[in-house]
C-alpha cells in the first residue's frame, strides 16, 4: 500500500452530498480524481514540449492518435503486427 497523508480539502456542500451518493470510499475516489488530473496536466505539458519542438501535430497524426486513443471504425487500417 502506497504511504499516505492526511490533509483537510474544503469542498462545497453539494458536492459533498454528490460524492457520497456515488460511493463510500470518499478518500479514494478523491485520490483517483487527483491522479487522473495530475496524469492530464502531465501529458498536457508533454505534447506542448513536443509541438514546440516539432511543429504541430498533422491532421493525420491526431487522427491516428484518435483511434488508439478511442477506437474508431477506421482502425482496421492500423493493424498490429503482434
Not at 460524492?19 to 470518499?26: A, Y
Amino acid at each position: 500500500m502506497p504511504a499516505t497523508t492526511r490533509i483537510t480539502v474544503t469542498l462545497p456542500t453539494e458536492q459533498v452530498a454528490e460524492l457520497r451518493k456515488l460511493t463510500d470510499n470518499v478518500s479514494g475516489y478523491v485520490a483517483e480524481a487527483v491522479a487522473r488530473q495530475i496524469r492530464h496536466q502531465l501529458l498536457g505539458d508533454d505534447l506542448r514540449r513536443h509541438q514546440e519542438e516539432q511543429g504541430a501535430f498533422t491532421d493525420e497524426e491526431l487522427a491516428e492518435a484518435r483511434a488508439k486513443i478511442f477506437g474508431t471504425a477506421d482502425r482496421a487500417d492500423h493493424t498490429d503486427a503482434a
